[in-house]
């Protein structure tokens, strides 16, 4: 049997459902080949069942057609089954590493030495607007049992539904998943399975639970250091704590570290010399991909922009990954900077302007600006930016326009950071 599955979305989040993230990571000046995920579909012509559903929860028919008429839902394309699949593609100017967006609900593959397009899935996402709330202040410490940042995680306690401030994490409220970045929920999976095919993803009004994966935030200069050696079947990447069958949350990367939260290289800070706010959001990587990591640099303020050591942090197959950044026009409230946004809003994942920052394999850091391609294109910030310190050469956003070495570059500026190297905002 056929199942043919109706995407649904809400009218407010049609922009965000139609975006295709790219999370850009720090180059090497050389460039090499890299790997990016497209996306390809498979047909099992059959006998036809339509079915209408909400993030794994089945909608019956006569809500789905009150609700479009009312305006709440909006109907995609009717589809089988997309699934992305592993290319080879040139290098861009400011970027080494390409990842796109994956589908939130993936569905096992058949088992062959190449995996092909897996069967149609019988299940979709329905991305609807999460509801808003003023974010809570930063924590870094207290709670009892903890000592904050420093404190080991005690695995398997903890009960999902209480999120890990005491420890270090910094909880995104605005987002309303319980202070958690994202959810991936991953009903099929058990500990020690080699890859993960069901992945659906949490959206506004959800909660960390059983059988799921749950991410989150660390202090500036810091990241997180939990995710599972299992990723998904079809390459998309998974982190956060495990909230296993017993509804307690579980490190997922002990080996790595029993903190939550792990220190940066040190290399890269950011000041903010205006007298506005500039929120700056990193990619929620590996995890949901969304741009919902904070720091909301403050008017006279410095702070650490964590830089990720490759030889020590997430690798995507055996690639070595980086950090992301959206850089936001100055004066955006962090709620409306740190998530998925609407086209024209200017912020979130329509900032119009990245920074890629990581340090490689052979020990050398790179960092770049550039612009939020193809997303927003010409999409401008209300201030100027440039890189200073002990770095390689001239790179900076003046007035709208990308300089590299004094000369106007359209694909953005990278630069070798031999010492440290800070990213002023002016």
Not at 61 to 78: H, M, N, P, S
Not at 93 to 99: I, P, T, V
């Amino acid at each position: 049997m056929k199942f043919i599955t109706i995407a649904l979305v809400g009218a407010s989040a049609v922009a965000a459902a139609s975006h295709r993230h790219v999370h850009r990571h720090a180059p090497h000046v050389q460039g090499s080949a890299v790997a990016k995920r497209a996306a390809d579909k498979t047909v099992v012509e059959d006998a036809v069942v339509t079915k209408y559903e909400m993030n794994g929860k089945e909608l019956p028919a006569a809500k789905v057609e009150q609700g479009v008429k009312d305006g709440i839902y909006i109907l995609l394309d009717a589809t089988t089954s997309v699934a992305p699949v592993s290319t080879k593609v040139a290098v861009p100017a400011a970027g080494e590493f390409l990842e796109q967006k994956k589908p939130s609900t993936i569905a096992a593959p058949s088992t062959t030495t190449t995996p092909p397009p897996p069967p149609p899935t019988t299940s979709s996402v329905v991305v609807a607007a999460p509801t808003v709330s003023a974010p809570a202040a930063p924590s870094s410490g207290g709670g009892s049992g903890a000592t904050g940042i420093d404190a080991d995680f005690p695995s398997g306690t903890i009960d999902c539904d209480k999120f890990p401030s005491a420890y270090g994490a910094v909880a995104a409220e605005w987002l309303n998943l319980g202070g958690w970045t994202g959810l991936q929920m991953t009903p099929s999976f058990s500990p020690g399975d080699a890859a993960i095919h069901l992945i659906n993803t949490g959206i506004g009004g959800d909660n960390c639970v059983k059988n799921s994966f749950c991410s989150y935030a660390c202090p500036p200069g810091y990241q997180k250091s939990q995710w599972p050696s299992s990723q998904g079947g079809t390459g998309q990447s998974i982190g956060g704590l495990y909230c296993n069958a017993q509804g307690k949350l579980e490190l997922s990367n002990p080996t790595l570290s029993k903190t939550l939260c792990i220190k940066g290289t040190g290399e890269v800070k950011v000041k903010n010399t205006i007298g506005r706010n500039v929120p700056i959001c990193r990619t929620d990587y590996p995890g949901t991909e969304s741009e919902t990591v904070p720091l909301d640099t403050q008017p006279g303020q410095e702070y650490e922009l964590t830089c990720p050591d490759a030889n020590k942090y997430y690798k995507w197959g055996n690639a070595a990954t980086s950090a992301q950044y959206y850089i936001n026009p100055a004066g955006s409230p962090l709620k409306d900077a740190c998530r998925w946004n609407e086209a024209g809003s200017n912020m979130g994942n329509w900032a119009p302007v990245n920074l890629g920052v990581g340090k490689g394999p052979t020990g050398q850091t790179y960092i770049s600006i550039f612009q939020n391609k193809p997303t927003n294109p010409d999409g401008k910030l209300n201030f100027n930016l440039e890189i200073v310190g002990d770095v390689s050469g001239k790179c900076a956003y003046i007035d709208g326009e990308f300089y590299n070495n004094g000369v106007v570059d359209p694909s953005g500026c990278t630069v070798l950071v031999t010492g440290t190297a800070t990213y002023r905002i002016y």
